[in-house]
Each structure stands twice: as C-alpha cells, then as structure tokens.
DNA sequence: GTCTATATTGTGATAGAC
DNA sequence: GTCTATCACAATATAGAC
C-alpha cells in the first residue's frame, strides 16, 4: 500500500506517479464494498472494475478479506493523521469545531472507504476485527480527549459525561455516510460547519 | 405475520399464544443479519436458530429474502405506527422531544430488526428497495412535519432548513443502533432524554 | 502481471418421504 | 411441518501458460 495514492487523483502535478493496479483495487472495492457490502461484492467484480480478470487480483492481494482489511486500516491511520494534531492539547470550543470539521471531512472526502471501514469490519475475521476495533476506539479516545478539556475548561455543559457527549457527536456526524450526496444541495464544508454548530449551540432558539 | 408477535416476549400475559415459528425465525433473523450481515447469514442457521433444517425454512418463507423484506416492512410499520400518533399537528418543543423519545424507544427495543431495516435493506431486489426507501422517506417526512411546525412557531432556529434540522436529528438518533447495549450504563430513556437535550440546547455552556 | 481452466466448497432452493 | 437428499449454481482461490 502506497499511502496517499488510494485517493482519486486531484489537480496532477508534474511527476505524480500513476496509481498502481493495487491501489486501483482498492479504490474499486471501497465502492463496491460500500454500494453492495463486502459479501455480496464478488472478486470477479473487484477485477473487471480495473479492467483485470477476477483471478487475476490474487497477484495483488492474498485474499478478498486482505483488501478489506487493508482498506480499514488506511481509514484509521488517515482519520488519526488528519484529528490527531488537531485534537492534541485543545480546550476550546473553537478547538472542538474544527474537530468536528476535520472528522466530516476526512470520513466524507473518502466516504467510500471510511463508509466501508465504519460498516463492513463485521466481516473481518475475529482477530482482524478485534484488531480494527482497538484501534477505533483509541480514535475515539482522541475525541473524547478534546471533548474532556473543553468541559473542564467550562466550554461544555456536565450534566453529561464526556462519554456520553462523544457518543452522541460521533453519531450524528457518522450517520451521514448514509445520506450525503457530493452532488447535493450542500458542500462538505458547510455540512460540517452545521453539524458543528448544532452540536454545540443546539437547534432550539436561544 | 402476526403483528406484535415478533417481539420478545415480555411479561406474559394468560391467554399470550405461543410465538410461530415463521415469527421466531423473523427474530432469529433479524438478529443474525444484524450482526453478521444478510448475504453473511446462511439458511441453514437460521433454521438451526429456531431449532429446525435450513430448507424447513421454505415451508415458512418462499425465499430468503421475503425473510429480509418482511423485517423491513415491520420495522416500518411500527416506526410509523408508535411515531405516526405524536408527530400529526404538534409544534411545539416538548412535541418534539416526545417524538424523539419514540423514535429512540421503537429502534432500540428492537434494535435487531429496525438496525437491519437501516443497514441491509440494499441487499433487497430493486423494486422492493425502492418500496422500502419510500416507505422511510415517509417516515422522515412526518418527523420533518414535526421539525418544520416547531419551527414555524419559533421554536427552532431558523438559520437551518427543516430538511438539514431533521437529517441531523435522525443521524445522531439513528448511529445509536451501532454501540447502545442493553448491558450498558444508559437505559433506552435516558439515552432518549439525553439525546433530545442535546439536539434542542446543545452541547455548549450558555 | 494477466490470462484461462479448474479444484473445491458453500449456498439457496426443490422433491418427496414421513 | 419437518426431515433427508440433492440439484444447480456461484464463489474464493490455485495452477500453470503466456
């Protein structure tokens, strides 16, 4: 796995390296995966979606289930690389926006691929998943973190726990791999911008 | 189908009949996609989950995914049902939380079956996919009924359209199928009340 | 690096006895 | 209503040629 180059080619630069038939794969299975699921995805599929035959991808990839596994772990190490710095050592409200703008972003810009990670881990083998799941929850762990301070400092109310108030935040931004549309009526950024201040100043008039 | 009989049964009443066995393999279904997916569950198990064959299954279900569209028809109908009574002509805040509390109320007391509406309803056949997404875009409609009357009364913020305020809602209300457990430190109610509180006052300090 | 051919297994569904 | 036996097919994965 090549790093970046799983993410649909933006503006070429010069010497931007084609994307290897691997990474290609990939690409085609976060969609595939997300569109129909893992199961009902075939490796015939996966193939003829780059062009190759079915077999053909065993050449890339020991198994189906490695493509998956690898598509979840890209997930977690990019949503981490992205918040991470963001998350680290912030205490303010406004901290904890951009939080919430980092983490819509990250899991809209690549939906496929997070939409995939987030629903499809269940087919996973145990140790695999198990595996996913750890590392999901130190994510978690990060937001919750900022989530802490930013009540400490007085930013948040605490009737709630920061548990609870990270549940509820993650689950509200997480549901819109379900629905958002890149061709509808709002843009990431303005989603994320709403969901943000919803989160924090509620829907109810002041 | 029998109506109410594919709930678990509670407290049993004198005169309650002894649940089908087309209706506790409605419940071991829903159960089994819920955890390990639609196309990852074989007939075989679920007849072994209700203590038959797996082809005994095709006296009870024409074919597997009659089993599938039967969930999502139900979950449908009492989603609708239970919510339908609170959302006509109420507009105003404490409305809508009773709406919310419904709707938290219905999806995770029987998680099993309203998770596998929301998750594996893409695995239905395009026609009856398309039955069921009109059949849920009704339903947020009638919770939109509900967002857009409050409001008008100026009840909500009316920096956010009707459509953006409910999508909002029902993601946070929704991802709770993923993580609530039943074991956990939150009752179905208070989860609810919580969740309410957070999407009308927010989560910041005033 | 991709192909074709195929081994192997598992699955949904049917037939017919009980 | 449930069983066993089985059909028909689809899927993952491998082998070996090119």
Sequence with gaps: MTGESITTPGTATDEAPPPSTADLLLVAAASAFRRKGYAETTTRELGSAVGIAGASLYYHYKTKEDILYGLCQESLRRLTERVAPLAELSDSIDDLQAVIEAHVGTILRDRDMHATMLVEMRSLS?????????????????????????????????????????????????????????????????????????????????
Tied chains: 1, 2.
């Excluded at 973190?145 to 930013?155: C, S």
């Excluded at 920061?162 to 950024?189: H, K, P, Q, V």
């Design 126 to 206: 145990d140790e695999r998943r198990n595996h996913v799941i750890e590392r999901r929850d130190s994510y978690e762990t990060l937001i919750r973190g900022v989530v802490a301070r930013v009540q400490a400092a007085g930013g948040l109310r605490a009737d709630l726990s920061a548990r609870d108030l990270t549940r509820a935040l993650l689950s509200m931004l997480n549901w819109t791999i379900f629905w958002y549309r890149e061709d509808g009526e709002l843009t990431i950024e303005e989603l994320a911008t709403q969901l943000g201040s919803l989160f924090l100043e509620g829907a109810a008039t002041r």
